[in-house]
């Protein structure tokens, strides 16, 4: 089949397409790159079934040729990247979302969303089942990025109803893996980055928020199921084992031989509390679960971000507490 992936140049994107490519599928890579890398799909671009096309999803978009299924993951996925690019943000979930439903409307092809957990907010309801219809500010800070994916997704459901498209929503939870950037302030690679050059830890707040965290692996796994499934509503992709934020640097620190120490610095606002997905759905309706344990897709990320370092890549993980307690990202007062 051909699959036409936008933001395919991102991290999961490129997990996506690797996993097509070995599947023995076509894939078309759709990227602007503003925060995907031509380096993250740079292995595959000598493949005849594989092609990259630079373009804003945007902007209208078409292709010659026959096309199966349309993916739409375009998106500033790291709260430092949304906070700095707050409009772009909002465009890739509402119009670069149309843009990919009327690509796969054209062609009769299934269509999947990737949406978030962050459609939950500071959720009320714990664990996160879909049923939940969540707790977002919709001004606030994280708005840009949490009521862009809820409009993506009400559009998709339009799309699904008035059309009869095959569509499909995933609703992903933190994940974590080689190709993530180094500086797009994610705790995941800002703990390793730190760790790796013998920096402390830093812990937002008081490190008692939770997230549970899924390896990339699985989620492409998760994906490409809910895409072949036929279920129209919205299904959480994650891993439900739940760490606070300080366990999971107490992690870090015993995989580095506790030679790191933590420092603590102000939580950003709105700083979801708690997060963990139910993943009763997906294991009915796709038989799927996560299947890595996080200790091991810990050791393959690390052994990334080391040669990545080694490499002389220059990270700048303190980009996300300037970015997050900036003047401009205070409240409105309501
Ligand atoms: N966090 C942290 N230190 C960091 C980066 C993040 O303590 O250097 C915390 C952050 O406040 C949040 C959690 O880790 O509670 C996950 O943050 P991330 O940006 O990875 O994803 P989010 O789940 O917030 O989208």
Same mark, same amino acid.
């Given at each position: 089949m051909r699959y036409v992936i936008s933001g395919a140049a991102g991290f999961i994107g490129s997990h996506l397409c690797e996993r097509l490519i070995a599947e023995g599928h076509d894939v078309v890579c759709v990227d602007n790159l503003i925060t995907g890398h031509r380096e993250n799909v740079e292995h595959l671009l000598h493949n005849p079934r594989f092609e990259f096309i630079e373009h804003d999803i945007c902007k209208p978009f078409d292709l010659p040729g026959q096309v199966h299924r349309v993916l739409h993951l375009a998106s500033l996925a790291s709260p430092v990247d949304y906070l700095n690019h707050p409009i772009e943000t909002l465009d890739s979930g509402s119009i670069g979302t149309k843009h990919m439903l009327e690509l796969a409307l054209r062609r009769n092809a299934r269509f999947l969303l990737t949406s978030t957990s962050e459609c939950y907010g500071?959720?009320?309801?714990?664990?996160? +089942?879909?049923?939940?219809?969540?707790?977002?500010?919709?001004v606030g800070i994280r708005s840009c990025y949490d009521e862009s994916k809820r409009y993506a997704e009400a559009?998709?459901?339009a799309y699904h109803r008035k059309h009869a498209m095959k569509t499909s929503i995933a609703r992903i939870f933190n994940t974590y893996g080689p190709r993530m950037a180094l500086n797009d302030g994610r705790v995941v690679p800002a703990f390793i980055d730190q760790a790796l050059r013998g920096r402390n830890l830093s812990v937002f707040g008081d490190g008692s928020q939770t997230r549970s965290f899924c390896y990339v692996s699985d989620l492409v796994d998760g994906l490409l199921r809910l895409l072949e499934s036929g279920e129209p509503s919205p299904v959480n992709l994650g891993n439900p084992r739940e760490m606070t934020i300080l366990e999971f640097a107490n992690i870090i620190r015993e995989r580095f031989g506790n030679t790191v120490s933590i420092s603590f610095h102000p939580l950003p606002i709105d700083d979801p509390k708690l997060r963990q997905p139910d993943i009763d759905k997906a294991r009915r309706i796709l038989r799927w679960e996560p299947k890595v344990p996080l200790e091991e897709g810990l050791g393959i990320t690390i052994d990334f971000f080391r040669d990545k370092?080694?490499?002389? +890549? +220059?990270?700048?993980? #303190?980009?996300?507490?300037?970015?997050?307690?900036?003047? #401009?990202?205070?409240?409105?007062?309501?």
């Amino acid at each position: 089949m051909r699959y036409v992936i936008s933001g395919a140049a991102g991290f999961i994107g490129s997990h996506l397409c690797e996993r097509l490519i070995a599947e023995g599928h076509d894939v078309v890579c759709v990227d602007n790159l503003i925060t995907g890398h031509r380096e993250n799909v740079e292995h595959l671009l000598h493949n005849p079934r594989f092609e990259f096309i630079e373009h804003d999803i945007c902007k209208p978009f078409d292709l010659p040729g026959q096309v199966h299924r349309v993916l739409h993951l375009a998106s500033l996925a790291s709260p430092v990247d949304y906070l700095n690019h707050p409009i772009e943000t909002l465009d890739s979930g509402s119009i670069g979302t149309k843009h990919m439903l009327e690509l796969a409307l054209r062609r009769n092809a299934r269509f999947l969303l990737t949406s978030t957990s962050e459609c939950y907010g500071d959720p009320l309801e714990h664990p996160q +089942s879909e049923t939940y219809w969540g707790n977002v500010n919709p001004v606030g800070i994280r708005s840009c990025y949490d009521e862009s994916k809820r409009y993506a997704e009400a559009l998709t459901m339009a799309y699904h109803r008035k059309h009869a498209m095959k569509t499909s929503i995933a609703r992903i939870f933190n994940t974590y893996g080689p190709r993530m950037a180094l500086n797009d302030g994610r705790v995941v690679p800002a703990f390793i980055d730190q760790a790796l050059r013998g920096r402390n830890l830093s812990v937002f707040g008081d490190g008692s928020q939770t997230r549970s965290f899924c390896y990339v692996s699985d989620l492409v796994d998760g994906l490409l199921r809910l895409l072949e499934s036929g279920e129209p509503s919205p299904v959480n992709l994650g891993n439900p084992r739940e760490m606070t934020i300080l366990e999971f640097a107490n992690i870090i620190r015993e995989r580095f031989g506790n030679t790191v120490s933590i420092s603590f610095h102000p939580l950003p606002i709105d700083d979801p509390k708690l997060r963990q997905p139910d993943i009763d759905k997906a294991r009915r309706i796709l038989r799927w679960e996560p299947k890595v344990p996080l200790e091991e897709g810990l050791g393959i990320t690390i052994d990334f971000f080391r040669d990545k370092i080694e490499g002389g +890549s +220059s990270a700048s993980v #303190d980009a996300r507490a300037r970015v997050m307690n900036r003047p #401009d990202q205070v409240q409105p007062a309501l």
